[in-house]
């Protein structure tokens, strides 16, 4: 079965950086788009960051929009997340989820999410 | 942006009743070209990742219980559950994915009665 596995998040203080990393198994990453959703304590989800297959278009929340990058290595299988800037309400638990396609569409896949708390 | 919104919030329903959750977008989420509403719904239990449930407005993911049904085109859609039980208990969210950002209703929290 399709795993995805989310690592990197912990304390930072405002204004510091983190990158998330999401490890992508039994399933051919390349061929799918993939997405950054966060979920801030006891909120609903948001679509933070997709990218398409083979690295192809982005798309960012205006909410990141200059701070954020994602990224994917498919000889690794790994999606990233490079976060800067980073502020108090970026604090959530970021979980990364496999599209159905190769460009956009629904998610079938999710990580169990990395918790990323933005404190000082 | 499209925005979604679902109603209502909350929901309480004994076990063994219907549930209905709504899913309002903010504009038409059907691509005329394939006659597909590009809406799914996802279900999130306590200290867990969202699950899929249903794809294209109405399609069960594989493995999803047969009580679990959507409905709708358009803008307006609806998650029915036809029979209540107690695993169902959860918070249910929609997502548009007709164009990015995909966006996600507010959620709506189903409790038991």
């Known amino acids: 079965e399709v795993q995805l596995l989310e690592s990197g998040g912990g304390l930072v203080q405002p204004g510091g950086s983190l990158r998330l990393s999401c490890a992508a198994s039994?399933?051919?990453?390349?061929?799918?788009?993939m997405i950054w959703v966060r979920q801030a304590p006891g909120k609903g989800l948001e679509c933070v960051s997709v990218i398409g297959a083979s690295g192809g278009r982005t798309y960012y929340a205006d909410s990141v929009k200059g701070r954020f990058t994602i990224s994917r290595d498919d000889s690794k299988s790994t999606l990233y997340l490079q976060m800067n800037s980073l502020r108090a309400e970026d604090t959530a638990v970021y979980y990364c989820a496999k599209s159905i396609g190769g460009d956009v569409g629904y998610y079938d896949y999710w990580g169990q999410g990395t918790l990323v708390t933005v404190s000082s | 942006d499209i925005v979604v919104t679902q109603s209502p919030d909350s929901l309480a329903v004994s076990l063994g009743e219907r549930a209905t959750i709504n899913c309002k977008s903010s504009q038409s989420v059907l691509n005329s070209s394939n006659n597909k509403n590009y809406l799914a719904w996802y279900q999130q239990k306590p200290g867990q990742p969202p699950k899929l449930l249903i794809y294209w407005a109405s399609t069960r993911e594989s493995g999803v219980p047969n009580r679990f049904s959507g409905s709708g085109s358009g803008t307006d859609f609806t998650l029915t559950i036809s029979s209540l039980q107690a695993e169902d208990v959860a918070v249910y969210y929609c997502?548009?994915?007709?164009?990015?950002?995909?966006?996600f209703g507010q959620g709506t929290k189903l409790e038991i009665k």
């Open positions: 997502q548009q994915y007709y164009s990015t950002p995909h966006t």
């Open positions: 039994r399933f051919t990453f390349r061929s799918y788009a």
